[in-house]
């Protein structure tokens, strides 16, 4: 198995962050969220649901806010969907365009946040390669605004785990009582970091990581996790199989054979449909590489809840921007 460094791995959100039990300052990271608060989220989530489904799709929550998008790296679900969260709950939104801000000028990160502060910005949503940056952030901007991770470097993507167990609960409502199995490239994916955190907090019994030795970080028993190398044990008998993207963009050398191999290792073909449980479902946080870790009769079948797993994402952000945003 590889070795396992990440340096900025002490970034855990601060006890600090969660002002009160219904009220986070920052959502930076889930592993010191009690589960009550997850649960709190999970449940504030369901009532914003059916706000998508409504003729006008508004609620007053967030009137007279201003949020900002910064992204720092490509992003399409999480992106819009923070937008959507944001505009759904009647908050001004901005959404500020890396490439064409004075980043690219040679300004810092730190320069550039005083700028949007000075304009009376309440929150900030920020994306980074960089592990750590949205804490580093959280320290450096004032009392009284909010920031809330988007996913950075290979740390953490929490409002990601959120939406995924709040998919999950709508199909296996006891997390006492499932099997789970996250696929593919653990090693470089804040994904499975966030979601392996959500479920042990969650109690869930049975939590496996199946993935080639070289992408299967070196230790991960500790987080309480059970790790396969072969795909087939792994998924067997699984309620929950998250299947991964190979996070090419982190790999700074080659860590499999080629991609048709790894296909027929750890791709979920319709074959291995069979192998997990009855009512077993199959997800993916996207974006979806078609025939390299999933097929597409598997992505578009009737097991797979990679779109819901988007739609949720709206509900689950309004959830976490307004308890972000309580007086
Ligand atoms: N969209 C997820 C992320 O930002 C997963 C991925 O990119 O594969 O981490």
Request: hydrophobic share 40%; net charge positive; glycine share 6%.
């Amino acid at each position: 198995m590889s070795d396992y460094k990440d340096t900025d791995l002490d970034q855990n959100i601060k006890k600090s962050d969660i002002v009160s039990q219904k009220h986070l300052r920052h959502f930076l990271d889930i592993e010191d969220l009690p589960k009550s608060l997850i649960l709190d989220i999970l449940d504030l989530a369901e009532s914003f649901a059916g706000v998508s489904g409504q003729p006008v799709k508004k609620v007053p929550l967030l009137r007279g806010k201003t949020i900002v998008n910064l992204f720092f790296e490509a992003s399409t679900r999480t992106r819009t969907t923070f937008e959507l969260a944001a505009k759904r709950l009647s908050a001004d939104f901005l959404n500020i365009n890396i490439d064409y801000s004075a980043t690219k000028k040679g300004e810092t990160l730190l320069d550039t946040l005083r700028n949007l502060e000075a304009m009376h910005c309440d929150m900030f949503i920020v994306r980074h390669p960089s592990s750590g940056a949205a804490k580093f952030i959280s320290k450096n901007v004032s009392q009284n605004i909010s920031i809330i991770n988007a996913g950075d470097g290979r740390h953490a993507h929490p409002t990601q785990a959120m939406l995924d167990i709040f998919t999950i609960r709508k199909y296996f409502p006891d997390f006492k009582k499932i099997k789970v199995a996250i696929v593919g490239d653990i090693l470089h994916s804040r994904v499975a970091r966030s979601l392996m955190h959500a479920l042990r907090i969650l109690e869930v019994p049975d939590i496996r990581v199946i993935g080639p030795q070289t992408l299967l970080p070196k230790g991960i028993e500790y987080m309480g996790v059970t790790p396969y190398v072969d795909m087939d044990k792994g998924i067997k008998d699984c309620d929950v199989v998250i299947m991964l993207r190979l996070q090419n963009e982190r790999m700074n050398s080659s860590f499999i054979p080629d991609e048709h191999e790894y296909y027929n290792l750890y791709g979920f073909s319709p074959k291995r449909l069979d192998l997990i449980s009855k009512k077993g479902i199959v997800m993916h946080p996207g974006p979806v590489n078609r025939g390299v870790e999933i097929s597409s009769e598997v992505a578009d079948g009737n097991r797979s809840v990679i779109l819901q797993q988007v739609s949720n994402g709206i509900a689950v952000r309004m959830a976490i921007l307004s308890l972000s945003m309580q007086p």
